[in-house]
């Protein structure tokens, strides 16, 4: 079993498109903080970190940030948007 997925996250506030690696066991909530401060890297900070971030899956559906990755309904290859 993988570890992580490579899913591709659309950032709304950018208008800019990311592919990252997520670990299936961590916390969403942690993810997302993860996610944040990767994308103020990979945007040379033209990303800014914010507290109420949500993430929204390809059917418009926001993800719960209290499960872990695995069970958050994302798979590899999946397309998300954070808002």
Do not use: A
């Not at 990979?42 to 914010?50: D, E, G, I, P, R």
Request: charged share 20%; proline share 1%; aromatic share 4%.
């Amino acid at each position: 079993m993988n570890n992580k997925i490579l899913v591709t996250i659309y950032v709304f506030s950018i208008d800019e498109s990311y592919d990252l690696l997520l670990p299936v066991n961590l916390k969403m909530s942690e993810t997302l903080d993860l996610i944040q401060d990767t994308l103020v890297e990979l945007s040379n900070n033209n990303y800014v970190k914010h507290d109420n971030v949500i993430l929204i899956n390809s059917e418009s559906k926001i993800i719960n940030n209290k499960n872990v990755v695995r069970l958050s309904g994302l798979t590899n290859g999946c397309k998300i948007m954070l808002i």
